[in-house]
């Protein structure tokens, strides 16, 4: 019998290496199959949580942020996009209609995904996937109504539930302890990946690297 893990990833949707470090422990996962079986819940962490609804322009952001040079950040999404690349995920380097960047908020796309997990692992999976597809591969505003409903879709989950869910204030709440739940904890950082509550896995690690910890949690 393949032993179970419980993986709690904390993330934001507007992480790059957060799609790298889920793509490869899906890919780690894949490998391990018969081996270790694991639920993957999806917790939110901010990276901008006072971002505000107009966003930013990604590079001004960055540079506000890390004091990173032009050539500087130019060799950093160089090396995120062929990262992405080697576990199948596609970074675009322009936002949609190949206008610029942006970074938004994404407080919204959090709630959502807090009541996807209600619907089911498998659909708030799906949901992650959806709005990183949005964000990264589309260029799009994960804080857009517009947006956030077309990645609903896309994960087989209800639009109308959705929509009255992005017309209040449900689930802020939960979110909100959340991210301060996880903060208390020690992540200042994302991805990390907690499994079993007790072993952290920090940062966007390639599949090899999810591969041999996992085995060794399995293990133990």
């Not at 032993?3 to 934001?12: E, K, M």
């Not at 506000?64 to 199948?88: C, F």
Request: hydrophobic share 40%; proline share 5%.
């Amino acid at each position: 019998m393949p032993t179970r893990l419980h993986i709690d990833f904390v993330s934001d949707v507007s992480c790059p290496w957060c799609v790298i470090g889920l793509k490869g422990l899906q890919a780690a996962l894949a490998r391990l199959e018969g081996e270790v079986e694991a639920d993957i819940h999806f917790q939110p962490f901010e990276l901008n949580p006072q971002m505000g609804p107009a966003g930013q322009d990604l590079d001004e952001h960055i540079s506000q942020k890390y004091g990173s040079t032009p050539d500087q950040m130019a060799q950093t999404r160089e090396m995120i996009r062929a990262r992405a690349a080697a576990v199948g995920f596609t970074m675009s380097a322009t936002g949609a209609n190949g206008a610029k960047r942006r970074i938004y908020n994404t407080f919204d796309a959090h709630r959502l995904l807090h009541w996807a997990e209600t619907q089911g692992v498998e659909r708030q999976l799906a949901l992650k996937l959806a709005l990183f597809q949005a964000y990264f591969t589309q260029g799009e505003d994960p804080s857009d109504t517009g947006v956030l409903l077309a990645a609903v879709a896309q994960a087989g989950l209800d639009t109308a539930e959705a929509r009255a869910i992005l017309a209040g204030d449900r689930y802020a709440a939960e979110v909100r302890e959340a991210e301060q739940l996880w903060l208390s904890r020690g992540i200042q950082s994302v991805p990390a990946v907690i499994v079993n509550g007790r072993y952290l896995i920090s940062g966007g690690q390639p599949p090899e690297a999810y591969e041999n910890a996992l085995k060794k949690i399995a293990a133990s």
